[in-house]
């Protein structure tokens, strides 16, 4: 017989599998290439804010990634920032039950005209915030629907209260999850070329990171040339 919590994994598993596959019913629908044609040739770069403060420093740094990805194509790259602060995203619990505010992000992520996603974390103790952790853990409902960001290209920043506070670390971390997912990792590219986009937030302002400011525009406008390659293929 099963105990309570085999039948709450179970009924997990079911709400995911079925969430899942009602997103790989809409990717499935529509080819990446038929909805990249259907969008007027364009290719949607997405990128998340996991930050818990609403509207800062790492929301900014995501916008001006967006920016960087806009600028690679005016006529071709559309975006979007989704700020997660705020959102009801609960540590992952293969257990539990019931719907998340996750779940409103499935049909956006998935989407086949997607074809870029930008993750920035603000940089606790070396590593990456727990909302984003908890977001990323999340993600497994792509798997379990088909591996649905497989071949999305994605581009990871972060910002440190410090120049050198773990910025590359908390970066590694998000980049192994994504790469779970079979996306694309690619780092911030010329001139800068790391792994990604490191900022420095200095009295609750990116502003003064000249370089960091650069490191993310790299890092969107990277994203973007790597996204539109794989869309004309």
Do not use: W
């Not at 194509?73 to 559309?78: D, Q, V």
């Not at 910002?159 to 690619?186: D, F, K, S």
Request: with cysteine; hydrophobic share 45%; net charge neutral.
């Amino acid at each position: 017989m099963e105990n309570g919590a085999q039948k709450d994994r179970r009924s997990f598993l079911a709400a995911a599998g079925a969430l899942a596959a009602g997103a790989a019913f809409v990717a499935q629908a529509q080819e990446p290439g038929a909805a990249v044609a259907a969008a007027g040739g364009k290719v949607k770069i997405v990128g998340l804010s996991c930050s818990p403060r609403k509207g800062k420093t790492t929301a900014a740094a995501v916008a001006l990634a967006l920016e960087g990805a806009q600028a690679a194509s005016r006529e071709r790259i559309e975006t979007e920032l989704i700020d997660l602060a705020g959102m009801s995203i609960p540590v992952f619990d293969p257990a539990a039950s019931g719907r998340t505010d996750f779940d409103v992000l499935v049909p956006t992520l998935s989407d086949p005209r997607v074809g870029g996603i930008i993750v920035g974390t603000p940089v606790y103790f070396c590593g990456m915030s727990s909302l984003c952790k908890a977001f990323l853990d999340h993600c497994m409902a792509f798997r379990k629907g088909g591996m649905m960001l497989r071949n999305k290209v994605a581009g990871v920043l972060a910002v440190g209260g410090v120049r050198n506070g773990g910025q590359e670390m908390a970066i590694n971390g998000v980049q192994a999850a994504l790469m779970c997912q079979e996306m694309i990792v690619v780092g911030d590219g010329k001139p800068t070329a790391h792994t990604g986009a490191t900022l420095l937030n200095t009295n609750d302002s990116i502003a003064g990171d000249e370089f960091g400011v650069e490191t993310a525009r790299n890092l969107g406008r990277h994203v973007a040339e790597v996204a539109l390659q794989l869309a004309a293929k």
